[in-house]
């Protein structure tokens, strides 16, 4: 008998965009980096905090592509 691997399938875990910081941002959303996770910050601390992830289409650069790619990862509270 062979002994096989198993990789288990770990759905990563959602991300509050009203109280993570920049670096929790950058880390577990695609397509975000740390100078765009910054800003996301800076929307919030400015505008105050969100009250739905479309919200994030009020940051210059972060468009529907990159919003519907990460929306399950997403979340308001």
């Not at 509050?16 to 695609?30: D, G, M, R, T």
Request: charged content about 20%; overall charge positive; proline content about 1%.
């Amino acid at each position: 008998m062979q002994k096989q691997d198993s990789v288990a399938m770990v759905a990563p875990a959602a991300v509050n965009i009203n109280s993570a910081s920049a670096e929790q941002l950058a880390l577990a959303l695609s397509g975000i980096g740390s100078a765009k996770a910054a800003e996301i910050v800076a929307y919030r601390a400015e505008h105050g905090a969100f009250s739905s992830v479309e919200e994030l289409l009020n940051i210059k650069g972060i468009g529907r592509k990159t919003l519907e790619r990460n929306r399950y990862r997403l979340v308001v509270e």
